[in-house]
């Protein structure tokens, strides 16, 4: 496929994954407990999710530079790329975990220097020492035990103004959501937002959209198991995937309008062969995320799912 969405920047393609979605304030309790209560295993799990976005570009030939691990001037992680002027943008990320939350909740008053007012001076630093334009705090903590640390780093950090630097808070629950998704996810979300208009992915979504709810669900989950190898299926096995909407037809009306294009072939045996060449979008599309994004056969059939899901 190709880019044609080419002004989205790595940048504009994370603040559109970095959305709460699924995700209620109680999740983020037991989300961010055991290893993910941690600074040091926040930090790694941020940087890995920022290279999954990024390799996303520098599979279609746009250039983007290595996230590093920084943990100086304010910074834990930088993200670095070329914006639309072709010139380097650096964001800096500072993760803040639960045990760092817990601890600020225990201190006492005089004592040692407030989780806020760390905040404060790691974002004085990257302002004046990181050289990075914008500088996104990223909360990875109990959402209800710490509500009042979420108000008071909305309240004051990002809604005032650090110098030229541009701050982003990222909640619990967008910070829950944007580590807790696949790596097959992403990667289908960064190639919706940039190949959109790509003439193998509108053939796909018009092959998929063109049938009934419960014929897309059978497509689904039989093209790829038949692309390699698995031609035959039987009744109760389609019918033991089968997810049929009341409104939409019973099992026996997917089945004729997948036989009638094809897809389908009852030779009045036990089994149906299929036929998922009759999808070349479809099959092109998987064979896409097989070969270029590198994803096995499981993760690529949910690739695929993904992709032309509805928005």
Wanted: proline share 2%; net charge negative; charged share 30%.
């Amino acid at each position: 496929m190709r880019i044609t969405n080419a002004d989205y920047t790595p940048l504009d393609v994370l603040a559109e994954l970095i959305v709460p979605r699924g995700v209620k304030l109680n999740d983020t309790q037991e989300f961010f407990s055991g290893e993910r209560s941690s600074h040091e295993w926040l930090v790694e799990a941020w940087a890995q999710k920022l290279e999954v976005v990024l390799e996303s570009f520098k599979r279609y030939g746009t250039e983007v530079a290595e996230t590093q691990f920084i943990r100086d001037h304010g910074v834990d992680v930088r993200m670095n790329y070329l914006n639309k002027d072709q010139n380097e943008e650096r964001i800096g990320f500072q993760i803040k975990s639960n045990q760092e939350a817990d601890r600020d909740s225990e201190r006492k008053k005089g004592g040692k220097e407030s989780l806020i007012a760390t905040i404060k001076r790691q974002a004085f630093e990257a302002d004046h020492h990181a050289g990075v334009a914008e500088w996104w705090v990223v909360s990875c903590f109990d959402s209800v035990k710490h509500k009042r640390l979420v108000s008071a780093i909305n309240a004051e950090v990002t809604s005032g103004k650090q110098g030229s630097l541009k701050i982003r808070h990222v909640t619990p629950r967008e910070a829950m959501a944007f580590l807790k998704m696949d790596e097959y996810e992403i990667d289908a979300v960064c190639t919706l937002l940039l190949c959109k208009d790509d003439e193998v992915l509108k053939l796909a979504r018009r092959e998929l959209h063109g049938l009934g709810r419960g014929a897309q669900n059978i497509v689904l989950n039989f093209l790829v198991p038949a692309l390699e190898g698995e031609r035959e299926i039987s009744f109760d096995r389609i019918d033991s995937f089968s997810e049929c909407d009341e409104d939409d037809g019973d099992l026996s009306t997917h089945i004729d309008e997948l036989e009638r294009i094809g897809f389908l072939d009852h030779d009045y045996q036990e089994t149906f062969k299929v036929e998922p060449s009759i999808f070349v979008g479809l099959c092109a599309l998987y064979f896409e995320a097989r070969a270029r994004h590198g994803l096995g056969q499981s993760s690529a059939n949910r690739f695929l799912a993904r992709m032309t899901q509805d928005r």
